[in-house]
Nanobody, 127 residues
Framework: QFQFAESGGGLVQPGGSLRLSCEAS????????IGWFRRAPGKEREPILC????????YYADSAKGRFTGSRDEDKNTVYLRMNNLQPEDTGVYYCAPVGRGAVCRMNDAEPFFGSWGQGTPVTVSS
């Protein structure tokens, strides 16, 4: 079964950095774009950034521009979300999910392109 597991979250002070990982098992990530999403406390899940199968990425949240970057390592079958200059408003549970084939990023669909939402990894930005 093709599954994704998020990791790398934690408690960080404002201005700090984290790198989140989205590791796939049971299949290869190569053909798919992977989206990163955040559910802030008391809010709906929102799209943050999509990493296409070529490794290029695009933003879906203005707050991420200039601070967050996406990448992927095909050898490790893993997609990353690097977050710099974290702020308290970045607090939330971060999820990854397949969102399309190739460069297609279906970031507004209620469900992943296939499979189901994982557990996510919590990020808390606080002093």
């Amino acid at each position: 079964q093709f599954q994704f597991a998020e990791s790398g979250g934690g408690l960080v002070q404002p201005g700090g950095s984290l790198r989140l990982s989205c590791e796939a098992s049971g299949g290869r990530l190569s053909y798919y774009s992977i989206g990163w999403f955040r559910r802030a406390p008391g809010k709906e899940r929102e799209p943050i950034l999509c990493v296409g199968n070529s490794g290029s990425y695009r933003y879906y949240a203005d707050s991420a521009k200039g601070r967050f970057t996406g990448s992927r390592d095909e050898d490790k079958n893993t997609v990353y979300l690097r977050m710099n200059n974290l702020q308290p408003e970045d607090t939330g549970v971060y999820y990854c999910a397949p969102v399309g084939r190739g460069a297609v990023c279906r970031m507004n669909d209620a469900e992943p392109f296939f499979g189901s939402w994982g557990q996510g990894t919590p990020v808390t930005v606080s002093s």
